[in-house]
């Protein structure tokens, strides 16, 4: 906390401020504020002035440019400013209780570049994604390729067995509970998966590599499935196509 008095705005401040003011503490207590923090003074003349006209005000996450160990930095500040009144009840000084906030600042921008990379990445994977949260595995996300296999069906927010009914019929349903109980992955290696709509094109066959990895959490509890696999679909009719031509090669060299 500080407070500034006066027209000089004469500073005085609390022991818990002494580590911001670093290089200019000796000389900080009674300094006039303008000048103490001149490199500051831009971001917080306003609200001074505002507490000086009897407003009180607060701002959260404020960018300050600072030069206070010799070099410019940018930090970030959370801060209220009350006014003070004298004896004769006029204003004649402001309060303020402040915040250094740059490293949550600084974390919470490097977790959103990191997000948006690993989002971009979700998105455009060459595999099928999605993540489903609860014990009714309530899909939460899906990547572009897990909307494809599915025959782009309204999916979101919808537990599995409602928005994905051949789930139950087809033995994933159980495979899905079995890994929220259990705790351990499942991994299926070209195993069937049928959406039952058929797309331009395409069957609504799969043939399709898959795992269900559990998600945990801080408690060690699983909290969710996040699907991942590769359909396999392409590859398997290529090779079938493949194995029936060198069948027939054979027939006929055999004849």
Same mark, same amino acid.
């Given at each position: 906390?500080?407070? +500034? &008095? @006066?027209?000089? *705005?004469?500073?005085?401040?609390n022991d818990a401020y002494a580590p911001i003011l670093g290089p200019r503490?000796?000389?900080?207590m009674g300094a006039p504020l303008r %000048?103490? &923090?001149?490199?500051?003074w831009p971001a917080v003349r306003e609200p001074i !002035?505002?507490?000086?006209? @009897?407003?009180? %005000?607060?701002? !959260?996450?404020?960018?300050?440019?600072?030069?206070?160990?010799?070099?410019?930095?940018? #930090? &970030?500040?959370?801060?209220?400013?009350?006014?003070l009144h004298g004896e004769e009840e006029a204003v004649a000084g402001a309060f303020c209780v402040t915040k250094e906030v #740059? $490293?949550?600042? +600084?974390?919470?921008?490097?977790?959103?570049?990191?997000? !948006?990379r690993l989002i971009a990445l979700f998105e455009k994977s060459p595999l099928f994604m999605a993540f489903l949260t609860g014990p009714e595995h309530?899909?939460? *996300?899906?990547?572009? $390729?897990?909307?494809?296999l599915i025959g782009h069906r309204e999916v979101i927010g919808r537990p599995v067995v409602e928005a994905l009914p051949e789930v139950l019929d087809q033995g994933y349903l159980h495979l899905l509970d079995e890994v929220y109980r259990s705790g351990e992955p499942y991994i299926g290696h070209k195993v069937a998966y049928d959406s039952g709509i058929a797309q331009a094109g395409s069957d609504p066959r799969h043939i399709v590599d898959?795992?269900?990895?559990?998600?945990?959490? !801080?408690a060690g509890r699983v909290n $969710?499935?996040? +699907?991942?696999?590769?359909?396999? #679909?392409?590859? +398997?009719? *290529?090779?079938?196509?493949? %194995?029936? #031509?060198?069948?027939?090669?054979?027939?006929i060299m055999d004849s």
């Open positions: 906390m500080y407070l +500034v &008095w @006066g027209e000089e *705005l004469v500073f005085l401040f503490l000796d000389h900080a %000048s103490l &923090w001149a490199d500051a !002035e505002q507490a000086f006209a @009897g407003r009180g %005000s607060r701002f !959260e996450n404020v960018p300050v440019a600072m030069n206070r160990y010799g070099t410019p930095e940018d #930090t &970030w500040w959370t801060f209220s400013f009350s006014p #740059t $490293g949550m600042v +600084v974390a919470q921008d490097r977790l959103a570049r990191e997000n !948006e309530c899909i939460e *996300l899906v990547n572009p $390729g897990y909307a494809s898959v795992v269900f990895q559990p998600c945990k959490d !801080e $969710g499935i996040f +699907v991942q696999g590769l359909d396999l #679909t392409p590859q +398997v009719a *290529l090779e079938r196509h493949l %194995s029936l #031509t060198e069948a027939r090669h054979r027939q």
